[in-house]
């Protein structure tokens, strides 16, 4: 069974940053897309940064680029995404999903299959 777990949310002040990490387990290919959203309340759920497991490839939005970086970790199976300079729009519930048998980054929440439980995070201004 395939899971993903995401962990490192949480509350801080703007400028601060915060380190998401999401760990997938029960995936035996390498062809995959790992993607991180984030909805906010009222919101539709956006992209946020992918990262293209069979060839490395990054993909960021606009809101994320200079800011956040995508990454992971082969041995432990895990994406993270650090975000720095954090402003109060960055308040969201972030997700983190799996796009199975692709390496080309898509941004469409429906191209993602497989998603987190998702984790809080809070910038106070």
């Known amino acids: 069974q395939v899971q993903l777990v995401e962990s490192g949310g949480g509350l801080v002040q703007a400028g601060g940053s915060l380190r998401l990490s999401c760990a997938a387990s029960?995936?035996?290919?390498?062809?995959?897309?790992m993607g991180w959203f984030r909805q906010a309340p009222g919101k539709e759920r956006e992209f946020v940064a992918g990262?293209?497991?069979?060839?490395?490839?990054?993909d960021y939005a606009d809101s994320a680029k200079g800011r956040f970086t995508i990454s992971r970790d082969n041995a432990k199976k895990t994406v993270s995404l650090q975000m720095n300079s954090l402003k109060s729009d960055d308040t969201a519930v972030y997700y983190c999903?799996?796009?199975?048998?692709?390496?080309?980054?898509?941004?469409?929440?429906?191209?993602?299959?497989?998603w987190g439980q998702g984790t809080q995070v809070t910038v106070s201004s």
């Open positions: 029960g995936l035996t290919s390498s062809n995959y897309v």
């Open positions: 990262f293209s497991w069979s060839d490395g490839s990054t």
């Open positions: 999903a799996a796009d199975l048998g692709r390496w080309m980054i898509r941004r469409s929440p429906r191209a993602y299959e497989l």
